[in-house]
């Protein structure tokens, strides 16, 4: 498949209608929580939170969020309440078969390499559908959205802001590519199935490659150029193998920041949230 028949599974009908409904969740002094529940493509309901500050005027560069394995939408909230009084506002989903949508004995990355590749683009659906969201509200601006993800949300976010042009500057922390390696090599509790699933079946690496191909955030990388991107890593990190996150950085088109730490999957936050808040300073507001 070229990369072009490939970008053709991202595609889909935007005309069909959002059906959002919110309820507010929290109001602080800082910011309001908007629970906001949407249509996504496949019939699937998305949950999300919005969240707007009361700092400055609207309307607010916007940073959709994705959290990582096992996570949920509401792992957003720490990065808000640092973000809201810089005057960011946050957006986050729960990805299929976590936080609402968790479904006993299913897992994203599941060993079967159809439904894999089928969660990962439906993720991906399902922010760009956020997205669409986003473009409706009058407090966000539309043409100020950045992207935050770590681990999964640096691996799938990384394939999303490679898709979804309307992206304007994203951070992506412990995020890889080329996703044969990273299956072969990584410690992460869903590795060993998905080995033990491809040994089973007999896929070489080869074919694995071709078969991950329209998942594989390596594929896609170059395409956030010219918009900026920042990339966070790990030197030892043994869950998104360290080799992984330097291929990834090192495909990405200028402009570019790369920051590599003395720490395996578990970065030092403090410093790299303020890394990216001085980031997305720079280019959001």
């Not at 996570?71 to 309440?81: C, D, F, I, S, Y």
């Not at 897992?107 to 991906?124: A, C, F, G, M, W």
């Not at 100020?144 to 394939?159: D, E, N, Q, T, W």
Request: aromatic share 8%; hydrophobic share 35%.
């Amino acid at each position: 498949m070229s990369l072009d028949e490939i970008l053709k599974v991202y595609e889909y009908d935007k005309s069909k209608p959002l059906n959002p409904q919110s309820t507010i969740l929290k109001e602080t002094e800082e910011y309001i929580v908007e629970k906001i529940y949407y249509d996504s493509t496949n019939n699937q309901r998305v949950p999300s939170l919005l969240v707007i500050p009361k700092k400055g005027s609207p309307p607010y560069p916007c940073i959709v969020f994705l959290h990582g394995y096992s996570g949920r939408k509401e792992n957003v909230m720490p990065l808000a309440e640092v973000g809201v009084s810089r005057g960011f506002a946050f957006f986050s989903i729960d990805a299929p078969f976590h936080g609402e949508r968790s479904i006993p004995g299913k897992e994203l990355y599941s060993p079967v390499l159809k439904e894999l590749i089928r969660n990962v683009v439906q993720t991906v659906h399902d922010l760009k559908r956020g997205v669409d969201l986003l473009e409706t509200r009058n407090e966000i601006d539309s043409e100020r959205i950045g992207y935050a993800g770590g681990s999964m949300g640096g691996i799938i976010g990384s394939l999303f802001v490679s898709v979804e042009p309307r992206i304007k500057a994203a951070v992506i922390v412990v995020g890889g590519g080329n996703l044969p390696l990273m299956i072969k090599e990584s410690k992460h509790r869903s590795a060993p199935p998905i080995r033990e699933r491809i040994s089973r079946e007999g896929i070489s690496e080869d074919q694995l490659r071709k078969i991950l191909a329209p998942i594989d955030p390596i594929n896609f990388i170059h395409l956030v150029s010219p918009r900026p991107i920042q990339f966070h890593c790990g030197k030892y990190d043994e869950i998104v193998p360290a080799e992984t996150q330097r291929q990834l950085a090192e495909k990405a088109g200028e402009p570019k920041e790369v920051y590599w730490y003395e720490a395996g999957h578990g970065l030092p936050m403090g410093i790299v949230v303020e890394r990216a808040f001085r980031f997305f300073s720079k280019y959001l507001q």
